[in-house]
């Protein structure tokens, strides 16, 4: 059982380059959640998915955009990266219910320079 | 602005140690998680409370939903408890938007 897991783990990327990351989850989950963590904060929403097909925006959406067109996979792409994007992107999955844990990938490290 | 405070920001333990991390929030949540990331970076949820407490081996997760506040307890502490914990809120609404808290670092010594 794979569970949650993110493509790339790793990538560098020039200022205006565009790059898309993968979310795969095998659990049939219908929530999925792209976050991105920083140096000193705390991880940030940048937008969700409460199913196949749909998208919301989270907390910090600006420069991101989202699709979920198979329920398993969630991608989150960057058309014209800056380096303000440098961060740490982890996506997680949820079954519904609002007493259900989270289940997270490993993380993808990205550096735009 | 809702908000999730954690605390220490920064705690050392030795080994055996009994550790407490705290966490408190200013409006009514409908849930509650603990994470825990490892160095290496994954994130691994310990807990999911919206009342009371619960226990998985040595941590105890405890809410106070009067006084808006949570407490993760970890007993005879080890050094592979060495790991950055994570509280996080759902503020209701959709059950995906969680505020987190910017983590607690716990290190405990041999």
């Known amino acids: 059982n794979a569970g949650v897991t993110q493509t790339p783990k790793f990538r560098v990327l020039k200022t205006g380059q565009s790059m898309t990351l993968l979310c795969a989850q095998d659990?049939?989950?219908?929530?999925m959640y792209w976050y991105r963590q920083d140096p000193g904060m705390g991880l940030r929403l940048i937008h969700y998915?409460?199913?196949?097909?749909?998208?919301a925006k989270g907390e910090v959406p600006d420069g991101y955009n989202v699709s979920r067109l198979k329920k398993q996979n969630f991608l989150l792409g960057l058309e014209s990266a800056a380096p303000s994007q440098t961060s740490v992107y982890f996506c997680?999955?949820?079954?519904?219910?609002?007493?259900?844990?989270?289940?997270f990938g490993n993380g993808t490290r990205l550096t735009v320079t | 602005k809702n908000e999730v405070e954690q605390s220490p920001q920064n705690l050392t333990a030795q080994e055996g140690e009994f550790i407490t991390i705290n966490c408190s929030y200013s409006?009514?949540?409908?849930?509650l998680h603990w994470l825990q990331q490892h160095p290496g970076g994954g994130i691994v949820s310990l807990f999911m409370?919206?009342?009371g407490k619960k226990k998985h081996g040595r941590l105890i997760a405890t809410i106070n939903i009067q006084e808006k506040h949570s407490s993760l307890h970890i007993t005879a502490s080890h050094p592979r408890d060495s790991a950055v914990y994570i509280c996080?809120?759902?503020?209701?609404?959709?059950?995906?938007?969680?505020?987190f808290g910017k983590g607690t670092k716990l290190s405990v010594k041999p």
């Open positions: 997680a999955s949820q079954p519904y219910g609002r007493t259900v844990p989270l289940h």
């Open positions: 996080a809120v759902n503020y209701g609404g959709s059950q995906g938007n969680l505020i």
């Open positions: 409006v009514g949540i409908s849930a």
């Open positions: 409370l919206s009342s």
């Open positions: 998915s409460v199913g196949e097909g749909t998208t």
């Open positions: 659990m049939n989950h219908e929530y």
